[in-house]
């Protein structure tokens, strides 16, 4: 009798598990979790942290650097409570050669959230598996009472229709995603940042002594889950615009700093190399965001820092075709499409040399323009494709906008020049666009400042999704 | 005599006083003599109607030698604060409850299966069901002036499901729970909008309370014993007591007193009545005439509900005038008249769900669907179970904002 009550609740703590799926908000965590479901039990390296780690480490550069399966398991204002399950998880389901955890004043403490701070905890707790360490973080950081809303079927219930049936997570078209790196190709304004400081201005002041009892538990918790599996471990702190002008923000990051190095474990804070690794604003997405640009520069330099310090073994004939960085470094061999004579006319009016096209793993493709290191300026670009009335009827409405002659354009008004990496000697600028068609048929791109030089035109791709 | 004076004295005090200040300065209000008598402030014991029926039907049982006094104190008090019960019944009589508490209940899985089951279904009533119902209900009711006939109808109709999930519904989960620990409790609702007739829906309906009156009010004032008018005199009275027991607002005493006039006519022509059909060569038990006669009795119930709901007696009486005067067939296809408060979703997902409940009581009447559940294989029985758990947690109504009360609470 006793067995069948465990059992009976065991299932319906299984229905559970299985409708939580369902009932998840849009978010971007999503994107990143489901994106590492395909991945997971191969990984070597993983990144943790908030989206000051999803928007500055990229997988792409330790892959194609260290040759090691990598993935970024940042979410929005995670806090390290929120990512301990989250951690243990990882740790449990690879063999993982090191791990990076991003730290900062802000992910330490998860004491008195305010309502906004603890409803980002959701999209981590979310999609994390159930475990006895996901219920205590979610209980401190929602208080016990509220722990069946642990459960997203229970807490969503009410939005079934809305939750039940949706689309996956979708990066938008100018979102650079890949294995849980996020960060978008754009750089911010003096306004942003007049207003930025103005909020900053508001926050508390006063400056820490010491960290907090919990704050260092919680360090003590992490550092604990990567030990007993004898995972390399170290601690970084992603690059903030503003470092230079918060002095409780340094305060904090040197007690950290003091922490986990007196722990012993590596530390680096990244606000003290911006000169060394040649971080300029241009780099920033936002005041606390790197945008692909300066993330390339700080994953090169802590992949350049590994390799250095630790002896992790490399993996052979993996073959990254996905990864543009992967791709650069193989001179483009495994790009869906290839135009490198591209002609006179382009090249000057232009300033593209040549332009490779590849599937990404988000919904999508990515075109990579490469470009001579001269002064020419923003170009604008034109592309457009066909699909066919089955994939109109699936995915239009969440991927294109539709022409009058029923194709998908999409202009993109610059090819800017600031926003250019800078990657084995050549520059490039990257567009994404979103294309889960099976069929893209006739594709043309077009470019100069009337959009009227052509690239190529009636391409057709297959593929399956 | 003490015990009757205290008890109806406390029932008096919390539930009418107010009631009766009013009254009062209204009447004489209307000679244009203004008296200042302010209410008192009382807030109402949560159930009180219901321990107080509950230790009157004691007092009085024991005064007629019908039962034992309380073997002891504690026994006693278990009975009239029985937890399950104590806010919104069934009112137990001391006969049936008392002499449980006498005895050593063991565990029973049989029994604790089946009370779990019936508090499912007490939950899918209340959460799925009647909190669904009155969110629809709550936004036409609370602005009569900005709806229509259409919607008033369909208010209604949905009020008559939402009280009746929402106080059977606790009386599963009262029956259930009491299961579970061995206890017994009286059957409080028997399937009533299937009744053919106002007796019979009475028959049905918070059949405690029917009995509770007709053992305690109807029978001393002499029943059906003494004579034709007497006995629709009695009957009458009955059901404008239990209308005032509801609440003390006119609109309850209206509820009670059409259920009196219409239960004196069924009365009045109930004997004639049979002759009448098997002239005409119907039958009772006629498909036909028990669809016509179910429907009337739902449709004369439901007018009833109009003035039970209502929030004043202006309200209730533009609903059935809007009911009577203000629909047309143009606005059956109109989709605002089903999305009032919700979307269209949660109104098929309500009207599934009143249909699985009806389809549900209405094979319960013929046989035990507990006991059928119990023949088929594992699998089917805990697939059963899974469906009606996860129903109620997708498809029900809870969370912190948007908890609701039992609506007989109030009573």
């Given at each position: 009798?006793?067995?069948?009550?465990?059992?009976?609740?065991?299932?319906?703590?299984?229905?559970?598990?299985?409708?939580?799926?369902?009932?998840?908000?849009?978010?971007i965590?999503n994107l990143t979790k489901d994106s590492y479901r395909d991945r997971q039990?191969d990984l070597d390296l993983?990144i943790?942290?908030?989206?000051?780690?999803y928007s500055t480490y990229d997988p792409r550069i330790f892959e194609t650097e260290l040759n090691l399966h990598s993935f970024n398991f940042g979410?929005?204002?995670?806090?390290?409570?929120?990512?301990?399950?989250?951690?243990?998880?990882?740790?449990?389901?690879?063999?993982?050669?090191?791990?990076?955890?991003?730290?900062?004043?802000?992910?330490?403490?998860?004491?008195?959230?305010?309502?906004?701070?603890?409803?980002?905890?959701?999209?981590?707790?979310?999609?994390?598996?159930?475990?006895?360490?996901?219920?205590?973080?979610?209980?401190?950081?929602?208080?016990?009472?509220?722990?069946?809303?642990?459960?997203?079927?229970?807490?969503?219930?009410?939005?079934?229709?809305?939750?039940?049936?949706?689309s996956p997570h979708i990066p938008k078209d100018d979102a650079d995603f890949y294995k849980g790196y996020v960060s978008k190709f754009e750089?911010?304004?003096?306004?942003?940042?007049?207003?930025?400081?103005?909020?900053?201005?508001?926050?508390?002041?006063?400056?820490?002594?010491?960290?907090?009892?919990?704050?260092?538990?919680?360090?003590?918790?992490?550092?604990?889950?990567?030990?007993?599996?004898?995972?390399?471990?170290?601690?970084?702190?992603?690059?903030?615009?503003?470092?230079?002008?918060?002095?409780?923000?340094?305060?904090?990051?040197?007690?950290?700093?003091?922490?986990?190095?007196?722990?012993?474990?590596?530390?680096?804070?990244?606000?003290?190399?911006?000169?060394?690794?040649?971080?300029?604003?241009?780099d920033?997405k936002?005041?606390?965001?790197l945008n692909p640009k300066g993330a390339l520069k700080v994953s090169a330099?802590l992949s350049?820092?590994?390799?250095?310090?630790?002896?992790?073994?490399n993996r052979e004939n993996i073959e990254f075709d996905q990864n543009r960085y992967d791709l650069i470094s193989e001179n483009f061999k495994n790009s869906t499409l290839k135009f490198e004579d591209l002609g006179?006319?382009i090249s000057?009016?232009a300033n593209i040399n040549a332009v490779y096209v590849f599937k990404t793993s988000s919904y999508g493709y990515e075109l990579v323009f490469r470009q001579s290191d001269?002064?020419v300026?923003n170009v604008h670009v034109k592309l457009k494709f066909g699909i066919d009335?089955e994939d109109k009827?699936k995915h239009l409405?969440m991927f294109g906008e539709q022409s009058?002659?029923?194709n998908i354009v999409k202009h993109y008004p610059f090819l800017r020049r600031d926003q250019s990496i800078l990657y084995k000697g050549s520059r490039y600028s990257i567009y994404q666009f979103r294309a889960p068609y099976d069929n893209i048929m006739d594709m043309e791109l077009y470019v100069g400042?009337?959009r009227?030089l052509k690239i190529f035109d009636s391409i057709n791709i297959k593929q399956k999704n | 005599?003490?015990?009757?004076?205290?008890?109806?004295?406390?029932?008096?005090?919390?539930?009418?006083?107010?009631?009766?200040?009013?009254?009062?300065?209204?009447?004489?209000?209307?000679?244009?003599?203004?008296?200042?008598?302010?209410?008192?402030?009382?807030?109402?014991?949560?159930?009180?109607?219901?321990?107080?029926?509950?230790?009157?039907?004691?007092?009085?049982?024991?005064?007629?030698?019908?039962?034992?006094?309380?073997?002891?104190?504690?026994?006693?008090?278990?009975?009239?604060?029985?937890?399950?019960?104590?806010?919104?019944?069934?009112?137990?009589?001391?006969?049936?409850?008392?002499?449980?508490?006498?005895?050593?209940?063991?565990?029973?899985?049989?029994?604790?299966?089946?009370?779990?089951?019936?508090?499912?279904?007490?939950?899918?009533?209340?959460?799925?069901?009647?909190?669904?119902?009155?969110?629809?209900?709550?936004?036409?009711?609370?602005?009569?002036?900005?709806?229509?006939?259409?919607?008033?109808?369909?208010?209604?109709?949905?009020?008559?499901?939402?009280?009746?999930?929402?106080?059977?519904?606790?009386?599963?989960?009262?029956?259930?729970?009491?299961?579970?620990?061995?206890?017994?409790?009286?059957?409080?609702?028997?399937?009533?909008?299937?009744?053919?007739?106002?007796?019979?829906?009475?028959?049905?309906?918070?059949?405690?309370?029917?009995?509770?009156?007709?053992?305690?009010?109807?029978?001393?004032?002499?029943?059906?014993?003494?004579?034709?008018?007497?006995?629709?005199?009695?009957?009458?009275?009955?059901?404008?007591?239990?209308?005032?027991?509801?609440?003390?607002?006119?609109?309850?005493?209206?509820?009670?007193?059409?259920?009196?006039?219409?239960?004196?006519?069924?009365?009045?022509?109930?004997?004639?009545?049979?002759?009448?059909?098997?002239?005409?060569?119907?039958?009772?038990?006629?498909?036909?005439?028990?669809?016509?006669?179910?429907?009337?009795?739902?449709?004369?119930?439901?007018?009833?509900?109009?003035?039970?709901?209502?929030?004043?007696?202006?309200?209730?009486?533009?609903?059935?005038?809007?009911?009577?005067?203000?629909?047309?067939?143009?606005?059956?296809?109109?989709?605002?008249?089903?999305?009032?408060?919700?979307?269209?979703?949660?109104?098929?997902?309500?009207?599934?769900?009143?249909?699985?409940?009806?389809?549900?009581?209405?094979?319960?009447?013929?046989?035990?669907?507990?006991?059928?559940?119990?023949?088929?294989?594992?699998?089917?029985?805990?697939?059963?179970?899974?469906?009606?758990?996860?129903?109620?947690?997708?498809?029900?109504?809870?969370?912190?904002?948007?908890?609701?009360?039992?609506?007989?609470?109030?009573?």
């Amino acid at each position: 009798m006793v067995l069948k009550v465990v059992l009976f609740l065991l299932l319906v703590l299984n229905m559970l598990f299985y409708s939580d799926s369902y009932f998840r908000e849009d978010k971007i965590f999503n994107l990143t979790k489901d994106s590492y479901r395909d991945r997971q039990s191969d990984l070597d390296l993983a990144i943790f942290g908030s989206s000051h780690a999803y928007s500055t480490y990229d997988p792409r550069i330790f892959e194609t650097e260290l040759n090691l399966h990598s993935f970024n398991f940042g979410g929005s204002a995670q806090r390290l409570l929120t990512g301990l399950p989250l951690m243990e998880e990882v740790v449990g389901k690879n063999e993982l050669k090191i791990a990076v955890v991003d730290i900062f004043d802000m992910s330490v403490q998860h004491d008195s959230l305010g309502e906004n701070s603890r409803m980002l905890q959701l999209q981590t707790f979310d999609n994390t598996e159930f475990s006895f360490t996901k219920v205590k973080s979610f209980s401190t950081i929602f208080s016990f009472k509220k722990l069946l809303d642990i459960f997203p079927t229970l807490r969503n219930h009410g939005s079934w229709f809305e939750l039940v049936g949706k689309s996956p997570h979708i990066p938008k078209d100018d979102a650079d995603f890949y294995k849980g790196y996020v960060s978008k190709f754009e750089s911010f304004d003096s306004q942003t940042w007049e207003r930025f400081l103005t909020k900053v201005a508001k926050r508390k002041k006063e400056i820490p002594k010491a960290l907090a009892k919990s704050e260092s538990k919680i360090i003590d918790k992490v550092i604990s889950v990567f030990q007993s599996k004898g995972i390399p471990l170290i601690f970084v702190n992603a690059p903030s615009y503003n470092y230079q002008h918060d002095k409780r923000y340094q305060a904090y990051q040197h007690l950290i700093g003091d922490y986990v190095v007196s722990q012993g474990f590596d530390y680096i804070d990244y606000n003290l190399l911006t000169d060394k690794i040649g971080l300029k604003k241009a780099d920033f997405k936002d005041p606390n965001h790197l945008n692909p640009k300066g993330a390339l520069k700080v994953s090169a330099h802590l992949s350049d820092f590994i390799k250095r310090n630790y002896s992790i073994p490399n993996r052979e004939n993996i073959e990254f075709d996905q990864n543009r960085y992967d791709l650069i470094s193989e001179n483009f061999k495994n790009s869906t499409l290839k135009f490198e004579d591209l002609g006179e006319q382009i090249s000057s009016k232009a300033n593209i040399n040549a332009v490779y096209v590849f599937k990404t793993s988000s919904y999508g493709y990515e075109l990579v323009f490469r470009q001579s290191d001269s002064d020419v300026n923003n170009v604008h670009v034109k592309l457009k494709f066909g699909i066919d009335d089955e994939d109109k009827k699936k995915h239009l409405e969440m991927f294109g906008e539709q022409s009058m002659d029923g194709n998908i354009v999409k202009h993109y008004p610059f090819l800017r020049r600031d926003q250019s990496i800078l990657y084995k000697g050549s520059r490039y600028s990257i567009y994404q666009f979103r294309a889960p068609y099976d069929n893209i048929m006739d594709m043309e791109l077009y470019v100069g400042p009337k959009r009227d030089l052509k690239i190529f035109d009636s391409i057709n791709i297959k593929q399956k999704n | 005599m003490i015990s009757l004076f205290v008890n109806l004295g406390f029932l008096v005090y919390f539930k009418y006083a107010n009631f009766f200040i009013e009254s009062f300065v209204d009447s004489f209000s209307l000679f244009g003599i203004a008296l200042e008598i302010s209410t008192l402030e009382i807030i109402l014991p949560v159930g009180i109607s219901f321990y107080t029926f509950q230790t009157l039907s004691y007092t009085i049982d024991l005064y007629r030698k019908k039962i034992e006094p309380a073997k002891d104190v504690i026994s006693f008090f278990a009975f009239v604060s029985f937890f399950p019960q104590l806010v919104a019944g069934p009112i137990e009589r001391a006969s049936h409850l008392l002499p449980q508490f006498y005895i050593k209940h063991k565990f029973d899985y049989s029994l604790v299966k089946s009370g779990l089951l019936l508090m499912a279904y007490g939950l899918f009533k209340k959460m799925v069901v009647a909190d669904r119902a009155a969110v629809y209900v709550n936004s036409v009711y609370n602005n009569v002036e900005d709806h229509n006939g259409l919607s008033y109808l369909y208010a209604t109709v949905l009020f008559a499901f939402q009280i009746y999930c929402d106080f059977s519904g606790y009386s599963d989960i009262a029956i259930g729970a009491s299961r579970t620990m061995g206890f017994d409790l009286m059957k409080n609702f028997d399937a009533p909008y299937f009744s053919k007739s106002l007796t019979e829906f009475w028959r049905r309906w918070h059949i405690s309370l029917s009995t509770w009156f007709r053992d305690y009010v109807y029978i001393p004032l002499g029943g059906s014993r003494k004579g034709k008018y007497r006995t629709y005199f009695n009957l009458f009275l009955v059901f404008l007591v239990s209308g005032l027991w509801h609440g003390a607002a006119w609109t309850f005493i209206i509820w009670g007193a059409l259920h009196g006039i219409v239960l004196v006519f069924e009365k009045a022509i109930y004997k004639s009545k049979e002759p009448f059909f098997k002239r005409l060569g119907l039958s009772n038990e006629n498909l036909s005439n028990r669809m016509f006669f179910g429907t009337l009795t739902f449709f004369i119930v439901c007018l009833g509900w109009v003035f039970f709901r209502a929030n004043g007696l202006d309200d209730a009486l533009t609903v059935t005038q809007g009911i009577f005067t203000d629909i047309s067939v143009n606005e059956i296809f109109a989709i605002e008249n089903y999305t009032i408060g919700f979307n269209i979703n949660e109104f098929k997902i309500l009207m599934l769900s009143i249909l699985l409940m009806l389809t549900f009581e209405a094979y319960y009447k013929r046989r035990s669907v507990i006991n059928r559940l119990n023949k088929q294989s594992v699998i089917a029985r805990w697939s059963f179970y899974l469906i009606v758990v996860m129903y109620i947690a997708i498809f029900g109504i809870y969370g912190e904002t948007t908890t609701k009360e039992f609506i007989y609470f109030q009573f």
